[in-house]
């Protein structure tokens, strides 16, 4: 048994930020609905590229789900909405605020059919203020966060984060107020609201940032601070064939091996005054011009050093640590055949994550779904029809 076996989930929301939170509640044995519209479904459904006619975002990010088709701008839909809420314990939904009031199924529609009810909304700005109803995506949020002016070279232009890391971390985030939401609601029968806001996330992901503003008033930028590019031994430096290594030798111990490494014990002390850093930099963009990737990667083996090459997706795929880890699923489909996906980051020995089912193709189960939670049979009728 799973441990969140006995939970059930009604999924409204679409592409990344919900998907991805209501995937790892699944992994881990909740029953996740997604409520889809009639032709189309979620949009991540169409994103290739594809394996036959199924897009690999969406089985990615849908396994262990199953799919009910539901026309919510219908009263037929919304009121089979309420009946499936009243069987549930969590909604998850990624609208503008106000939309789904208008429809009348937000949280105040939901709470009155079921007072357990935990409903968890992702939303770009929040449920206030001038930004709340801006329509946006995840590099808005992270530039308004101040996070892209931190990224990219000193004297260049910011430059786009290679994730995601709002509409991640907002995921993450949604996970685990649902988990302190169902605890509460297991120990006092009560729901609640949940908003997770893509902008307030972004903006928790700098805690030395905000602890040099808060503490100095000194703004962290790209390349003006120990994270971002001013300091030696916290940096990206070329091989000799033009790859890349990144150098995280923070502390004095690993910073020591690296210059043993290098075979310049000149430097181990110059690390302690931040008036050498420019001149350390520019030592090591000669010592690692010396050698190609792979001859550092034998020089630097075993030696507690706290570098490593930068690998693109590709090689990070192939990496010996990634296959120990089991981070990669190779999954045998009876009708899609072989093909792979992202495993399990978080690893539990006595309840572990598991692949139960490919991610559902559009609206398959609906009929299992809705006949279940609906006794009324002219609206059970109304409903199924998907127009």
């Not at 190609?292 to 090689?315: H, I, M, R, S, Y």
Request: one cysteine or more; glycine letters at 8%; proline letters at 4%.
């Amino acid at each position: 048994m799973q441990a969140l076996e006995g939970i059930r989930v009604l999924d409204l929301s679409r592409l990344l930020p919900g998907p991805y939170c209501t995937m790892l509640l699944a992994d881990f044995g909740a029953e996740v609905i997604k409520i889809e519209e009639p032709g189309r479904g979620d949009y991540a459904r169409s994103f290739p590229p594809f394996l036959k006619d199924f897009g690999y975002w969406h089985l990615q990010l849908n396994r262990n789900k199953k799919s009910v088709v539901l026309n919510l701008k219908s009263d037929a839909g919304r009121r089979a909405f309420l009946e499936l809420v009243k069987t549930a314990d969590v909604v998850v939904e990624s609208y503008r605020p106000g939309v789904l009031t208008k429809l009348g199924i937000d949280y105040a529609a939901a709470k009155a059919v079921n007072p357990r009810i935990i409903y968890c909304s992702l939303t770009g700005y929040g449920k206030k203020g001038p930004l709340a109803k801006q329509a946006d995506h995840d590099i808005g949020y992270v530039s308004l966060a101040g996070i892209t002016a931190m990224s990219g070279e000193a004297q260049g232009k910011p430059a786009i984060p290679g994730v995601l890391m709002a509409d991640m971390n907002a995921s993450m985030a949604a996970g685990m107020s649902i988990m302190i939401a169902l605890r509460h609601a297991q120990m006092t029968g009560e729901g609640q609201e949940i908003d997770i806001s893509l902008y307030n996330v972004a903006m928790t992901l700098m805690p030395g940032a905000a602890s040099l503003y808060f503490g100095s008033g000194f703004v962290a930028e790209r390349g003006n601070n120990w994270l971002t590019g001013a300091n030696a031994n916290y940096n990206i430096y070329a091989t000799k064939e033009g790859r890349y290594l990144a150098v995280g030798c923070l502390e004095k111990k690993f910073w020591s091996n690296l210059c043993a490494v290098l075979q310049r014990p000149d430097m181990t002390d110059l690390i302690d005054d931040d008036a050498n850093h420019d001149y350390l930099k520019q030592q090591l963009t000669l010592e690692f011009a010396k050698h190609t990737l792979p001859e550092w990667e034998q020089l630097l083996a075993g030696k507690d050093t706290c570098v490593t090459p930068v690998l693109d997706f590709a090689e990070a795929v192939a990496a010996e640590q990634t296959k120990a880890n089991e981070m990669v699923l190779d999954v045998e489909d009876a009708e899609l055949g072989s093909y792979r996906q992202l495993g399990f980051a978080m690893k539990l020995s006595a309840t572990p994550a598991a692949l139960r089912k490919r991610a559902p193709r559009l609206g398959e189960d609906t009929q299992q779904v809705l006949s279940q939670a609906i006794a009324d049979e002219k609206l059970l009728a109304e409903a199924l029809q998907t127009k």
